[in-house]
């Protein structure tokens, strides 16, 4: 019991411990070494996305029974439309100070910025949920669920960092930059609790959660990460990056799993 509330907890704790930065760091974080931090966030997750997610799918079923490509593929599919709807609708700001969602809202850039991080944070949420209620089924071990809950704290302490020091850089308060680093970081132990409870009680679709998860966060990879990562100069930085977190993602994978 003990092993999955801290893995619930621990990417919060990434998030926490990257927004903590504003009390340490005077300025805002180097360009160069944003990139390479986006890129390493972008690595980790296309890594967890193949290994703990549609890997596991896949294997719920008989390689010669059609569901084993039909129900990851779906799940990855509508995995990436849920992103997509959530990206249109939601009102939010990207580093690049540029806007998505529906505008002529009232909300002011600074919550707009916190959005974004938040909308990232779902899928990693819904991704340890039901990695987590994939272990209480007895179906992915418990070495899987922490390899998991471990690679996506790594990845969300720069996360962390990138939402909370800009915000102070913008003139909002120290404390206050982190408090709101901080709460865009509280939606993914809620994103796991419901990913727990729906898949714990409908145990079937533990293949298709596990697909609709990954579609989500390649959603984020490919759509926020990547893109934000490469403007600019230096963008071989987040080359380097993204291949060091995917190789310490999947390294984490295997070794634990």
């Known amino acids: 019991m003990w092993i999955i509330i801290i893995c619930l907890l621990i990417p919060l704790l990434g998030t926490t411990l990257g927004s903590a930065m504003v009390f340490i760091l005077k300025k805002n974080i180097n360009e160069r070494l944003q990139k390479v931090l986006l890129g390493f966030a972008s690595g980790v997750m296309i890594a967890a996305s193949i290994w703990s997610l549609l890997q596991p799918a896949i294997d719920s079923f008989d390689k010669k029974d059609f ?97 909370s020091m800009p915000l102070k850089n913008e003139g909002m308060p120290t404390f206050k930059a982190f408090l709101y ?20 009680f409908v145990s079937a679709i533990l293949p298709f959660t596990l697909s609709f998860a990954a579609g989500a966060m390649i959603y984020v990879v490919v759509e926020e990460l990547i893109p934000e990562a490469n403007t ?26």
């Open 67 to 163: 569901k084993a490509w039909l129900i990851p593929a779906g799940g990855f599919v509508i995995g990436i439309s849920f992103l997509l709807l959530l990206d249109v609708l939601v009102p939010h700001v990207h580093i690049d100070n540029q806007e998505e969602g529906i505008k002529n809202t009232k909300l002011s850039k600074y919550y707009k910025m916190m959005l974004a991080v938040t909308i990232h944070n779902i899928p990693e949420g819904l991704a340890v949920g039901v990695i987590i209620a994939g272990a209480i089924n007895k179906s992915i071990s418990n070495e899987a669920m922490l390899a998991l809950a471990v690679g996506i704290a790594i990845q969300n302490f720069p996360e962390g960092a990138i939402i």
């Open 181 to 200: 680093g901080f709460i865009s970081g509280v939606v993914e132990p809620i994103a796991a609790a419901i990913a727990i409870l729906l898949t714990y």
């Open 232 to 257: 600019g100069k230096h963008s071989n930085l987040a080359t380097i990056g993204l291949a060091v977190g995917f190789a310490i993602m999947m390294i984490l994978d295997i070794a634990l799993s």
